[in-house]
C-alpha cells in the first residue's frame, strides 16, 4: 500500500460531492479541503494557498485563514459522529500565511460539556512546522434531526 493509499484510508470527509465552501468539491470557488485522522481526537488537513485567497499582497485573507481553521475543528468533531455548529470563535494571527506556501491545519476536541464543545486549531507551516494562526472554539450540538441529515450527507455510509 503506497502512502496515497494510506492517506486516503485515514481521510474523514470522504463524501465531498456538494457545494460547501470548505470541503466541497462541486463549489468552483471552495477551498476543496480534505480531512484525515491524526489521533484520537485530531484531524488535519493540508493547505496550500491560492493567490485567490490573497488579502495583503502575498499575504492570505484572514478571513480565509478563519475558514480553514473553522472547517478543520468542526471535522474534528464530525470524524467523531458529533454535529455541531460554531456558537463561539477567536482567531489568534501569529505570521502571514504567504500564497503558495504548503500549510497543515490541525482541529481538535479540548471539552466536550455536553451541548457545547470546546475545540482548539492551527495552521502550521509544513517546511518547519511555524505557527501560523490558531484558535479557540465553542460549537453547539444541533439536534438529532439535524445531526441525521446532515451526516446522511456528508459522511459515506462506512464513516457512520
Same mark, same amino acid.
Given at each position: 500500500? =503506497?502512502e496515497?493509499d494510506?492517506? @486516503?484510508?485515514?481521510r474523514?470527509?470522504?463524501a465531498?460531492?456538494?457545494?460547501?465552501? %470548505?470541503? %466541497?468539491?462541486?463549489?468552483?470557488f471552495?477551498l476543496?479541503?480534505?480531512?484525515?485522522?491524526?489521533?484520537?481526537?485530531a !484531524?488535519w488537513a493540508?493547505?496550500?494557498?491560492?493567490? @485567490?485567497?490573497?488579502g495583503? $499582497?502575498?499575504?492570505?485573507?484572514?478571513?480565509?485563514?478563519?475558514?480553514?481553521?473553522?472547517?478543520?475543528?468542526?471535522?474534528?468533531?464530525?470524524?467523531?459522529? /458529533?454535529?455541531? $455548529?460554531?456558537?463561539?470563535?477567536?482567531v489568534?494571527?501569529?505570521k502571514? /500565511?504567504?500564497? =503558495?506556501?504548503?500549510?497543515?491545519? !490541525? =482541529?481538535? $476536541?479540548?471539552?466536550?460539556? %455536553?451541548?457545547?464543545?470546546e $475545540?482548539a486549531?492551527? !495552521?502550521?507551516r !509544513?517546511?518547519?512546522n511555524?505557527l501560523?494562526a490558531?484558535?479557540?472554539?465553542?460549537?453547539?450540538?444541533?439536534?438529532e434531526?439535524?445531526?441525521?441529515?446532515?451526516?446522511?450527507?456528508?459522511?459515506?455510509?462506512?464513516d457512520?
Amino acid at each position: 500500500m =503506497g502512502e496515497t493509499d494510506e492517506l @486516503e484510508r485515514t481521510r474523514v470527509n470522504a463524501a465531498d460531492d456538494h457545494y460547501c465552501f %470548505g470541503c %466541497g468539491k462541486n463549489n468552483p470557488f471552495g477551498l476543496h479541503l480534505h480531512f484525515y485522522r491524526l489521533d484520537e481526537d485530531a !484531524i488535519w488537513a493540508p493547505f496550500t494557498p491560492l493567490r @485567490e485567497h490573497e488579502g495583503y $499582497v502575498g499575504m492570505i485573507h484572514g478571513g480565509i485563514v478563519t475558514t480553514v481553521l473553522d472547517e478543520v475543528m468542526a471535522w474534528s468533531l464530525y470524524r467523531r459522529n /458529533v454535529w455541531a $455548529v460554531t456558537a463561539r470563535m477567536s482567531v489568534s494571527f501569529k505570521k502571514p /500565511v504567504e500564497v =503558495g506556501m504548503p500549510t497543515r491545519a !490541525i =482541529g481538535r $476536541v479540548v471539552n466536550d460539556r %455536553g451541548r457545547l464543545i470546546e $475545540v482548539a486549531g492551527e !495552521i502550521r507551516r !509544513i517546511e518547519d512546522n511555524l505557527l501560523l494562526a490558531e484558535a479557540a472554539a465553542t460549537f453547539a450540538r444541533v439536534p438529532e434531526s439535524q445531526a441525521v441529515a446532515w451526516r446522511d450527507r456528508y459522511t459515506l455510509p462506512a464513516d457512520r
